[in-house]
């Protein structure tokens, strides 16, 4: 389901703007400091042991990496999160960890994306919604920005590129454009042309609802209704890869000067690929179709050229492991 219809206005608040240090070259990309003054949330840790859970109890990505090589970091490992802390309060012994963090974190201005009557929908109608607040409320980077939240109090900033919705979808390979091809990118394109993170908002939205999906099962919530909960986080993984791709072609400076969201872009989709893993066990989840897609895009021909830039923008130890594909470029 898409998303609801969106009142485009400005919440003029006065946040104060934390410089970030660039993962890399010498620029910097501003975000906004965290409501109440706290710092910035730091990246998330590497290592074998003792790795971060999300809300659901999913391994954050990030931590328990192979490594990158002695002198870069894991892809993702240096992303920078600002608090974004409960918006109001709501429980319910249904709802599970991930969908109260969600539910909480909805603004009550934004109250026409609640859509209580299925949970994973839920989560995902609930983070449109509490981007539309990021975007609008906490934007300083002083030009267009979408937000995204990613659970437990975190958020971010990306910054829009140099390009327009319309030039995603020639990006995606033919054989990759599946179910949510026409309704996602390009059908938007009337309404969100000039806002070509669209893309990666309703990515993070189906991210989200497959952590509130695959949290549900875990915590014993889900019963036994089947639902494909992870098919779109994965198909969603490819569109924003190709989002990446059409930034590098027609904005190329773009990731020089927001080396932030490469990173973001690298930590969500292990989140994405690992929560894709957890849900593809579940029986009530499992869709062979799904599978099918992952094989189109570990091995298609005409899906070569995103793939490569994918080694080219995270590295080959990343592709491997992450996105399930050779280290070789083709």
């Not at 179709?289 to 923008?313: C, G, H, I, S, V």
Request: net charge negative; glycine share 10%.
């Amino acid at each position: 389901m898409g998303r609801a219809p969106v009142l485009r206005f400005l919440l003029a608040l006065p946040f104060a703007t934390l410089g970030v240090p660039a993962c890399s070259g010498d620029s910097a990309q501003a975000i906004p400091s965290p409501v109440g003054g706290a710092s910035a949330t730091e990246p998330s840790p590497r290592g074998d042991g003792g790795a971060p859970t999300s809300a659901s109890g999913v391994a954050d990505a990030g931590a328990g990496a192979a490594d990158a090589g002695p002198d870069a970091p894991w892809p993702g490992s240096q992303v920078l999160f600002f608090t974004f802390p409960e918006q109001r309060q709501g429980t319910h012994p249904s709802w599970g960890a991930a969908l109260t963090d969600l539910v909480r974190h909805l603004h009550p201005t934004y109250s026409q994306y609640d859509y209580p009557s299925e949970r994973i929908t839920w989560g995902q109608q609930v983070s449109f919604g509490i981007s539309s607040h990021l975007r609008f409320a906490y934007n300083v980077t002083g030009k267009p920005a979408n937000g995204f939240y990613v659970m437990k109090d975190r958020a971010t900033l990306v910054v829009e590129p140099a390009i327009r919705l319309e030039d995603v979808a020639p990006r995606v390979p033919a054989s990759l454009r599946g179910p949510r091809y026409q309704p996602y990118l390009v059908t938007p394109t009337r309404d969100w042309n000039d806002t070509p993170t669209f893309v990666l908002e309703e990515w993070v939205s189906f991210t989200n609802g497959s952590e509130v999906g695959v949290g549900l099962v875990a915590e014993g919530l889900w019963g036994t209704t089947t639902r494909d909960a992870v098919g779109g986080t994965l198909e969603l993984t490819v569109y924003a890869l190709a989002f990446g791709r059409a930034v590098d072609e027609l904005d190329p400076t773009y990731f020089t000067k927001n080396p932030l969201t490469r990173e973001f872009l690298a930590w969500n989709a292990e989140r994405a690929m690992g929560l894709y893993a957890e849900g593809m066990k579940v029986p009530a989840f499992a869709d062979g179709a799904n599978e099918a897609y992952r094989a189109t895009w570990t091995k298609a021909a005409d899906a070569a050229p995103l793939r490569n830039f994918a080694r080219q923008l995270f590295g080959a130890s990343y592709c491997v492991k992450v996105l399930g594909i050779s280290a070789a470029k083709e």
